[in-house]
């Protein structure tokens, strides 16, 4: 029996606490769960790591969130292979939707979808994978100027 793997940046949020108006949330990364984050996507290091989120009730338990990261990553110039530092930041849009309720129609405009179980969403997990996504996967020293596109 496979076990389920522990987020490194994990902080969940009951439903039942974000009420009809809405709620506003900040999440930040202590040192830790940084350097566990930066095993985790292969970079030398997570320097800093916030996220503000903003949530809204929806039908069905869906909940809606638009969210601010802000970031500064330590990456590997694919050109020099050097470590330089990068800031990232990411404004997104997602819904948690109970787990079994996602949609079965792919929607490229549609917000991703994050299924939540017994309640609880894990906002720490949705924002490291914001942090993936908003990465950059061929990073180059700034001095060495912009990828060329198509490359």
Not at 49 to 77: H, P, S
Not at 112 to 139: K, R, S, V
């Amino acid at each position: 029996m496979a076990s389920e793997m522990k987020p490194e940046l994990s902080r969940l949020l009951a439903v039942t606490d974000i009420p009809p108006t809405g709620r506003m949330v900040r999440i930040e990364a202590n040192e830790a769960e940084r350097a566990a984050l930066a095993r985790r996507f292969r970079l030398p290091a997570v320097e800093t790591l916030a996220c503000d989120f903003t949530l809204r009730r929806e039908i069905k338990g869906e909940i809606a969130a638009a969210g601010d990261l802000t970031a500064r990553v330590v990456q590997v110039c694919v050109v020099t292979a050097e470590e330089f530092s990068a800031p990232v930041e990411e404004r997104f849009s997602v819904r948690f939707v109970p787990a079994g309720q996602e949609s079965e129609d792919f929607d490229p405009d549609a917000s991703d979808e994050i299924p939540y179980e017994g309640g609880t969403l894990d906002l720490g997990e949705a924002a490291a994978e914001q942090l993936a996504l908003a990465l950059d996967p061929w990073p180059r020293k700034p001095e060495l100027g912009e990828q060329p596109k198509g490359v």
